[in-house]
């Protein structure tokens, strides 16, 4: 007997849009066919057009849609993607004319989410997020789900299909939404912990696909999945990891960004991205091989602007600087770091830059601890840096570095301190 391998071939997708000069279409697009490649699409084609304003019925003008459905059968094309969010009205109508299914960026980013996501709570934000897109896009789904209306002769078939349905998503989001509350209280709870223990927080940020996976595992071997996709990782992974004057912190890798995120999965995500908001440091990672890195730079920061971060210490970290196409793209950015996370080459500055960029908590000290007091000995061991240790007559020398409540615990045996 043979057994053949079942290999699900790609869904051929062509990509719309309506360049209507807010941003740069073509860039866009750009992204969005990644986006498709990594929802397991197979770009055919793409298609937009110069407007004011997309059509409020049709999304594209009338000739462009027919030049859609065309295409569409000539090419057996499975998808249509938008690069904009579509209404129920223009969904269902693109959908008509096309004879094939028709999807958002928003459905499109929320589907890699769904994937992507393996935490509790990260499955519970996606699919949040999902039923509270799909709510609204309900009404109109086929003859199963009629669209509702007032008056005789205006109930479809799907009536009650489409009330149960919503009433259905209703108490889905509704127990949803308690879940997720419980967990953002024992989050919370978790990150007032860390700042009473003083434990600071040092987030790593920025546009997706940017190696900060890469950074977090050469960095403190997290061991978090790094694969040359966009939003390969969803959860956020939170490690330890000691400065080089001794400072231990927690650095937190969290989801990626990307221009044109909409805006309620920032709000969907708050909870996850609100790590930077509490953070002490926060590193912005870009390609340095993007052409575009400049501009996702820019998009990270809009974004971290637009989740309260401002005046918080950010360094512009450049990575995969080993790339030849990395120094035409280079940026002057103030305070920025130059790394490859592939070749763990740079770390000695980055270190550097986020402990000079971390508030002043620790200092130098020299101490003369009598050998009476050898607990405190034994404590200045265990949570300093010692840089000199010397047995004189009179006692233990020290020469360290150590929080300033412990310099200040042990001032009596200061000798010289800064």
């Known amino acids: 007997m043979e057994f053949y391998e079942n290999k699900q071939e790609p ?27 990594t929802a397991g699409a197979e770009v055919i084609g793409r298609l937009w057009q ?55 960026r928003t459905t499109l980013i929320l589907d890699i989410f769904a994937e992507r996501a393996r935490s509790n709570e990260g499955k519970l934000q996606v699919e949040l997020a999902q039923l509270r897109y799909s709510l609204p896009r309900l009404t109109g789904q086929g003859t199963k789900l009629s669209r509702l209306g007032g008056g005789i002769g205006t109930r479809g078939p799907g009536e009650t299909k489409l009330e149960s349905d919503k009433r ?14 419980a967990l953002e209280k024992r989050r919370g709870l978790a990150r007032a912990r860390r700042e009473k223990d003083g434990v600071e927080t040092v987030v790593i940020v920025g ?45 937190i890798d969290t989801v990626g960004f990307i221009r044109r995120l ?26 340095a091989s993007d052409p575009e890195c400049g501009e996702h730079i820019k ?29 035409d793209n280079l940026l002057f950015e103030p305070n920025s770091v ?18 000079k960029a971390l508030p002043p908590t620790r ?31 009179d006692g233990l020398y020290f020469e360290l570095v150590a929080d300033v409540a412990m310099i200040d615990r042990y001032q009596k045996y200061c000798i010289f301190g800064e």
């Open 11 to 37: 869904e051929k997708a062509v990509l719309i849009a309506v360049d209507t000069g807010e941003y740069d279409c073509e860039s866009s697009l750009d992204e969005l066919e990644e986006l498709s490649k």
């Open 50 to 104: 110069k407007r004011d304003k997309p059509d409020s019925a049709t999304f594209l003008g009338s000739g462009r849609l027919e030049e859609l459905a065309e295409f569409c059968e000539n090419n057996e094309i499975d998808l249509v993607i938008a690069d904009s969010e579509l209404s129920p009205a223009q969904l269902r109508n693109i959908e008509k004319a096309t004879k094939i299914r028709v999807i958002d």
């Open 168 to 181: 259905h998503i209703r108490r889905r989001i509704k127990s949803l939404e308690e879940e997720f509350d």
């Open 207 to 251: 546009y997706t696909n940017a190696g900060k996976s890469t950074l977090m595992n050469a960095l403190t071997e997290a061991g978090v999945l790094a694969q040359d996709k966009l939003f390969a990782t969803l959860d956020p992974t939170s490690r330890a990891l000691t400065l080089p004057d001794g400072r231990k912190v927690m650095l």
């Open 262 to 287: 909409p805006h309620h999965l920032v709000e969907a995500f708050k909870s996850t991205l609100e790590e930077a908001a509490c953070a002490k440091v926060i590193l912005n990672v870009c390609d």
């Open 299 to 327: 998009v990270t920061n809009d974004l971290l602007e637009e989740l309260g971060c401002s005046g918080k210490p950010v360094i512009p970290v450049f990575n995969k600087c080993d790339l030849p196409e990395a120094k």
């Open 338 to 355: 130059m790394i490859s996370a592939l070749e763990e080459k740079g770390f000695d500055k980055l270190l550097d830059a986020i402990s």
């Open 363 to 393: 200092a130098r000290a020299e101490m003369l601890i009598p050998y009476s007091d050898g607990g405190a000995a034994a404590v200045l061991r265990k949570d300093s840096v010692i840089l000199a240790e010397e047995y004189r007559a």
